[in-house]
């Protein structure tokens, strides 16, 4: 198999995705473009066209991000694993490409901030690190650094830069709030710690704004500082001397200074409000929410508001959350439009229904997403079950009903219904204890009348559904029981004349099935847990793959091996798909590689690069225009098939 790294690439059609790290959301100061992350993968976003481009280059996971005052630069910093040195990497904006790599920090980088001119570059490692170090971006080497708290203080957690002054910076954390004074020529940094007083806070956010110092922290209020004296001025919105204001429920997550005294602040608990800060008569601060907004989609899930992010002057910003969810505000009426959502949880499964590819299904923990591929994966539709993994998907063949696999041992169809606020799924019916151990894999016939489901004990069972008019007063029924397998059952597919299907398991065995007879037709055996597998385009062959990183073709008659294929270099192979007329196979895993395979020559023809998470799931659409995979970092990628393979 040649190396991955030097075969034709798949082309990106976009990225369903979004971190919600802390400050990890920008606007480019050309205030066309949104900056954010996904994983490994920086991502430059048109938010007119909804254009993206893409930036890979970090080996973990982007922890933090931020952009250069003048647009020139990006930089973001990465988390790897324990012992080794972690990332910084400066993206030359214009060129979209590498412009330097920064190694000094240990594990995690936690904080970056440009200074005001682009000259410098702070970064921030994280608990491990605990270091504070100034870079010079023209240069591209370190000047000094500096341990970022007292031994007595605990994690720094944010750092900010001076408005104007090249030489001043600020870090904030667990009781520690530091003001540094940067002495190039000699190659030091001098902190100045920040009188508290009897406060004992943790500082989450800090942002400098004319003569003071704004501070977030995690007991909900706001510290302000003078820079000049570096003493404490004044907290809010709660306080001694202010009457009928309470602090941010859940902490102080994101803070934003719009003009002369005013801010956007963002709370654990999902709150974006407009606050202002001023003197009154008797020489008081006074704090004033103005405006607030609440997200009531996401109330019972703990979403904190995980960056806020100013286009221009501030007619316009931007909100990133931390379930993954980005809005766009009017400043003016505080209007807002959901702009993007992606899942926050491992996808577990995807489908398509068979008659189109405008639009398809995923799964992960509580919820069901459908998709519409052309635009940018835009969601349309979202049905919610608390507390419950759904594990697989199947549709029919219109579409027109959705039976899915839950791990609390229930198997769920639904069917579209018409309401007051659009296109909703209406529960046609629920079979209960379908399996003692979990659904873990599901499949349904063309028609929809027949489903067929896998469960975490082994077994197989054949269901019969039966529907009223307009879906309606659907009853279920269980047709067949059939107990060979000894582990969880992985996948499960129908043959085209839904006469036959096969199922593969962790125990090590993968069974054709005669779904008329109900019997075994054929068991091939493997020293693996099989996780995927598929048929070829005549059905006398089916393909398996899993733990062990091969691609083994079977034969289907006699369960003979045809051919041993090296799937993977690392890494089980999780899923697989394969093309209409049976040329060409999908496959991806934990190597985070989706990998196009010429069915009858054995080799990779075309490799896709962006996931960062194990890949666990591919589906082809059905006039093979394009390629969905899914990763258990809560990504969706959308690939371009080659148009010269068709």
Not at 474 to 487: D, P, V, Y
């Amino acid at each position: 198999m040649a190396k991955c790294y030097d075969l034709p690439r798949l082309e990106l059609e976009h990225i369903v995705g979004y971190s919600g790290i802390s400050n990890g959301l920008h606007v480019h100061p050309d205030e066309q473009h949104l900056i954010y992350s996904l994983g490994v993968t920086v991502i430059i976003e048109n938010i007119e066209t909804k254009k993206q481009q893409t930036l890979m280059g970090h080996s973990g996971n982007v922890s933090c991000l931020t952009v250069s005052n003048s647009g020139k630069y990006i930089a973001s910093g990465q988390a790897i694993h324990m012992g080794f040195k972690a990332d910084i990497i400066i993206w030359d904006y214009k060129k979209k490409e590498l412009y330097a790599r920064l190694k000094l920090h240990k594990v995690k980088i936690e904080a970056l901030a440009f200074s005001p001119n682009d000259n410098y570059l702070l970064s921030l490692g994280g608990q491990d690190d605990g270091s504070v170090v100034v870079w010079n971006v023209n240069t591209k080497n370190s000047i000094c650094g500096e341990r970022a708290q007292l031994k007595s203080a605990g994690n720094t957690m944010a750092v900010g830069y001076h408005e104007s002054n090249e030489n001043i910076f600020f870090t904030c954390g667990d009781r520690t709030l530091r003001v540094w004074d940067l002495d190039v020529e000699n190659r030091k940094i001098k902190p100045v710690d920040v009188n508290m007083g009897q406060f004992n806070r943790i500082c989450k956010c800090i942002q400098m704004k004319g003569d003071y110092l704004l501070c977030g922290t995690t007991t909900g209020d706001i510290l302000g500082v003078n820079k000049d004296t570096k003493l404490l001025q004044f907290h809010g919105p709660g306080g001694p001397n202010i009457k009928k204001q309470k602090n941010f429920s859940c902490g102080v997550t994101a803070l934003a200074h719009v003009f002369d005294k005013q801010m956007l602040v963002g709370s654990g608990a999902g709150e974006v409000a407009l606050v202002t800060y001023s003197l009154n008569k008797k020489n008081e601060w006074v704090f004033e929410k103005k405006r607030s907004w609440l997200d009531q989609s996401s109330k019972d899930e703990n979403v904190a508001v995980a960056s806020i992010a100013l286009r221009g002057k501030g007619h316009q910003f931007f909100v990133g959350m931390t379930n993954s969810q980005i809005y766009k505000f009017n400043f003016a009426d505080f209007s807002c439009e959901l702009i993007k959502t992606s899942h926050f949880k491992k996808v577990t499964d995807i489908a398509f229904p068979s008659r189109t590819n405008e639009l398809f299904v995923t799964s992960q923990l509580g919820q069901i997403r459908f998709w519409l591929t052309a635009a940018g994966g835009k969601e349309i539709l979202r049905h919610t079950i608390a507390n419950m993994t759904c594990t697989s998907l199947a549709l029919t063949e219109d579409g027109s009903m959705v039976y899915t696999a839950w791990d609390d041992g229930k198997i769920r169809g639904f069917c579209f219904a018409k309401g007051k606020n659009g296109l909703s799924l209406k529960p046609m019916f629920v079979i209960n204890d379908a399996h003692s151990n979990g659904v873990t894999a599901l499949a349904c016939t063309s028609d929809g009348i027949c489903i067929i489901s896998g469960g975490g004990e082994g077994q197989v069972r054949l269901w019969n559904v039966s529907c009223g008019s307009n879906n309606d007063n659907a009853t279920t029924s269980l047709i067949h029981n059939m107990m060979e397998h000894k582990g969880s059952v992985s996948a499960i597919k129908i043959s085209k004349d839904d006469k036959s299907c096969v199922s593969s398991s962790h125990d090590g065995t993968t069974i054709i099935w005669d779904l008329q007879s109900k019997r075994r037709l054929q068991i091939v055996f493997a020293n693996t847990l099989f996780k995927c597998v598929v048929f070829n385009r005549e059905e006398n062959q089916i393909v398996t793959s899993g733990t062990d990183r091969k691609l083994v073709y079977w034969d289907k008659k006699d369960g003979s091996r045809i051919r041993v294929l090296d799937g993977s270099e690392s890494g089980s192979i999780n899923a697989m798909d394969i093309t209409e007329d049976g040329s060409i196979i999908a496959t991806g895993g934990d190597d985070k590689i989706l990998k196009l395979w010429n069915y009858d020559k054995g080799e990779v023809i075309s490799v896709g690069l962006g996931h960062s998470g194990n890949i666990q799931r591919i589906k082809i659409s059905p006039d093979n225009s394009s390629i969905v995979s899914v990763s258990d970092d809560g990504a969706i990628l959308v690939w371009k098939f080659p148009r010269h393979l068709l």
